[in-house]
């Protein structure tokens, strides 16, 4: 029976196939991608690819669909079931699996799903996306054969293996807020298993997100986890994404701690048995995270947004730690280097355990910048690399002092301003961060300046913020 299938183009993102069920992503197409990526595999010269799911209503459904396809192409199916991404990539390590797919929606809207891959332990991103579709277009594939699955529920060897890197002191009182996301399951045999007091908000996965969006990034999603972290007197507050890739933190005064801020915690506990090791970040961070490395002895390396991107840079480098701005947290060091939010909420208590004070204590220590949440202008998906390296170039035509790491970030004496193109929306994504308010007012003039001199006409409403 010959095979031929053509994605909906917005489906084949940078990282991800990611699209709205019913419209743009169904059955036809999770069927390709194991058609397709069971070719992958086996021209790799591998057989088992393990497959997870996240707790949206449309998942059991593309799930069991791209089963059909990777044993079509002769994969060996290790079926690891609901929970979360992370422990998807956990299993592929632990079944010494050749492949890996993982169906969620991540963050987004309960009509979306997707999926996130790995081949041969490596992030499957990029070129290699596009080239699935390709192949799924010419009918590219393997002859049909027949594979086999099989279930494996790996929650309690993941969890065990997590505890296994708990490195406490004092006990704490923590309150989790799991969003009714993946993790549900994970999550409360995790807290059942550490010490000290642990509330769980939003344990049952139920993929119409009925207590708020699970997106951590998002000051409102947290206020149901700030509320009760005042009224338990806790000492912290984990939040998690949909599909436990990202943390987001809370101290013990109710106030957000940032990506780039909670990374410092963790890169000052990693180089006292690292010294002198390269911690990553994303161009998105605080260039008070970068300083702080270096005050710690560690070497600082700005590098590009976007998950598989930091993860391939980790392993080119031997990095023990990454981080992004977003809440992506990648632990090398006893880890196995992939993104994880319930492996980074076991390392980061056991870091707040063992440091006298209080999370809010360390927050108030850092110094003191002002800075923009993440501006998105809209721009058309043919035009926003362009607007990005017209920017550059009178940048560098003015001798400005611009990395082009990832998009462009300047360096004034105000601070610094970034602009980039997101791989992922059609939109550009900008960010300033200064030590005065004067000087972020001259950040986003100059920012909008630019934009102005490539025809867009950027909109600065809700965008002063502290941190």
Known sequence: ?????????????????????????GEADAFAIGRVFGTMVAEAGGKKVAVGRDGRLS????????IKGLMASGADVADVGEGPTPMLYFASF???????????????????????????????????????????AEGKVVPETKGSVVQKNVQDTYVARMLKDWDGARKLNVVWDNGNGAAGDVLMKLVAKLPGKHTVLNAKIDGTFPAHHPDPTVPKNL???????????????????????????????????????????????????????????????????????????GKPLMWKTGHSLIKSKMAELGSPLAGEMSGH??????????DDALYAAVRILGVISRTPGT????????????????LRFDCDEERKFAVVA???ARLKDAGEQVSDTDGVRVNTKDGWWLLRA???????????????????????????SQLAASGLAPDFSASNAGH
């Open 1 to 25: 029976m010959s095979f031929t299938h053509k994605f909906s183009p917005s489906s084949l993102r940078e990282y991800d196939i990611r699209g709205i069920v019913g419209e743009t992503l």
């Open 329 to 338: 947290i990648f632990y090398n060091d006893k880890w196995y280097g992939f």
């Open 223 to 297: 206020e149901q986890l700030i509320d009760a972290v005042k009224a338990e007197g806790a000492d912290v507050g984990i939040a998690f994404d949909g599909d436990a890739d990202r943390i987001g933190l809370v101290d013990n005064e109710g106030n957000i701690l940032f990506g780039d801020q909670f990374l410092i915690l963790m890169a000052r506990d990693v180089l006292k048995t690292h010294p002198g090791a390269t911690i990553i970040a994303d161009v998105k961070a605080s260039q008070v995270l970068f300083d702080e490395v270096a005050k710690a002895g």
């Open 390 to 392: 017209e920017v550059a």
């Open 422 to 448: 997101s791989n992922t929306q059609a939109v550009l994504v900008a960010r300033c961060e200064s030590n005065s308010a004067a000087g972020l007012n001259n950040l986003k003039a100059a920012l909008a």
């Open 94 to 136: 632990d079944e010494g699996a050749d492949g890996a797919v993982q169906v969620t929606g991540s963050h987004n809207p309960p009509n979306y799903n997707g999926f996130k891959m790995m081949l041969k332990g490596k992030p499957f991103f990029g070129k290699q996306i596009q080239e699935l579709g390709t192949r799924a």
């Open 359 to 374: 999370v809010g204590e360390f927050r108030a220590s850092l110094p003191a910048v002002l800075n923009t949440p993440e």
């Open 59 to 66: 998942s059991p459904m593309l799930a069991a669909a791209l």
